[in-house]
T-cell receptor, first 113, second 112 residues
């Protein structure tokens, strides 16, 4: 069965610093992987997705993620954090043979001025 | 603008009462989903529907019920049998054959 592990329930960075949010997955088939962002009391917004093809995926708001099959990882990065990036981020993998998504427990990103 | 609407944003109920949460989409998506979110946890799937008049239980369906009479609508009823109904409820939809889901703004339900 698929699963998603997000390392670190909270990550704190300074404004302008590199953002790195970690996601590892388990899947018995080539995975479809997603990153979503959630601002307080709002729904989730799709940041980016990996299905097939290029392993470096660019998303909205300057975020990108790299699919590394050998490491079963899909870490999310942004070169320079902005105060508006403060939110909760969820990694998800598509479940085998269906269109259900399995979500990680989330990482709350704090950006210090 | 196309999107997913959930109403109301905040909902308060007394223990023992059933309550129905609304979810409407005008994206022409075939599949719709209901998730529950609790503090510090990820999203847990309650029910999903891939076609009108058909739906399947997710991981935590006990104490909930749904209907899918129209493509655009997927209401969720939280029944009195749900032991701990206070949570943030999120509705999502997706195209058939496409994995990414699009989410509504959520309904925060408080039961006292």
């Amino acid at each position: 069965a698929q699963s998603v592990t997000q390392l670190g329930s909270h990550v704190s960075v300074s404004e302008g610093a590199l953002v790195l949010l970690r996601c590892n997955y388990s899947s018995s088939v080539p995975p479809y992987l997603f990153w979503y962002v959630q601002y307080p009391n709002q729904g989730l917004q799709l940041l980016l997705k990996y299905t097939t093809g290029a392993t470096l995926v660019k998303g909205i708001n300057g975020f990108e993620a790299e699919f590394k099959k050998s490491e079963t990882s899909f870490h999310l990065t942004k070169p320079s954090a902005h105060m508006s990036d403060a939110a909760e981020y969820f990694c998800a993998v598509r479940e085998d043979s269906s269109y259900k998504l399995i979500f990680g427990s989330g990482t709350r990103l704090l950006v210090r001025p | 603008d196309g999107g997913i609407t959930q109403s109301p944003k905040y909902l308060f109920r007394k223990e023992g009462q059933n309550v129905t949460l609304s979810c409407e989409q005008n994206l022409n998506h075939d599949a719709m989903y209901w998730y529950r979110q609790d503090p510090g946890q990820g999203l847990r799937l309650i029910y999903y529907s891939q076609i009108v008049n058909d739906f399947q239980k997710g991981d935590i369906a006990e104490g909930y019920s749904v209907s899918r009479e129209k493509k655009e609508s997927f209401p969720l009823t939280v029944t009195s049998a749900q032991k701990n109904p206070t949570a943030f409820y999120l509705c999502a939809s997706s195209k058939a054959g496409v994995s990414e889901q699009y989410f509504g703004p959520g309904t925060r339900l408080t039961v006292t």
